[in-house]
């Protein structure tokens, strides 16, 4: 791995844990001596992650962390509509009694995260357990796709699990989302699922811009 794509990786990485929030300015000097790279990596990193929407340079301004619109989280959750509920439909005729066993068990250890406020464990299996689900579906094509939008959804999903609540009903509808595919019902699964969906949208909606924006203190990446 070359020393702009290790930079790309964890500037990213920080970007979608929140480390570099929404609207922070982002300091070419300063990321090259916390990653104790030359700033040549360091450019070519913020040029692909500029190119891919998740920074945005600004002339005479500066380079800052791109800002997720309600519009962009909007046409995510338009697109994951369209497709997880169907998936969750499929996966309840097809998923097998072991792997039912393990989404189970990693739901299990959802709770125990969300409880006690591990919030990046908390999404990470939230990842898993969806995924499990798009795999089970056993469509290829579609869990591709869910894939490939992973990234911008993780990110809303960390942004929004420490709004006051969200993690409590997130586990509460993930469990419908489980207790429907082991009972095999299609129909209640997709329902599960489609609420899941529209909550997530409608508690980023619900977050007042300064919280979605929440610049780190200090303004610039340390």
């Known amino acids: 791995m070359s020393a702009a794509d290790d930079a790309y990786g964890q500037i990213k990485d920080a970007i979608l844990s929140l480390k570099f929030r929404p609207g922070q300015k982002l300091s070419e000097v300063r990321l090259a001596g916390q990653l104790g790279v030359g700033r040549s ?61 393990s989404l189970r068990l990693l739901a299990e250890d959802l709770k125990e995260k969300g409880l006690k406020g591990r919030f990046a464990e908390f999404t990470e299996l939230d990842d898993r357990i969806h995924f499990a689900i798009h795999r089970a579906g056993g469509n290829r094509r579609i869990a591709s796709i869910l894939r490939n939008l992973h990234d911008q959804i993780h990110w809303v999903r ?13 586990m509460r509808e993930m469990d419908r989302i489980l207790r429907a595919l082991e009972r095999r019902d299609a129909a209640a699964a997709e329902k599960a699922m489609q609420q899941h969906i529209r909550n997530i949208a409608q508690s980023f909606r619900s977050m007042p811009r300064g919280h979605r924006k929440s610049a780190a203190a200090g303004g610039e990446a340390a």
Not at 158 to 170: I, N, Q
């Open 158 to 170: 960390v942004s929004t699990a420490a709004l006051p609540g969200r993690v409590e009903k997130s």
């Open 41 to 101: 990596p360091i450019r070519s990193a913020l040029a692909r992650l500029a190119g891919e929407g998740w920074i945005r340079v600004l002339p005479q301004s500066g380079t800052f962390v791109s800002e997720l619109t309600v519009h962009d989280v909007l046409e995510l959750a338009e697109i994951r509509w369209l497709l997880e509920p169907y998936v969750a439909r499929l996966a309840a005729a097809r998923i097998s009694a072991a792997a039912l066993q």
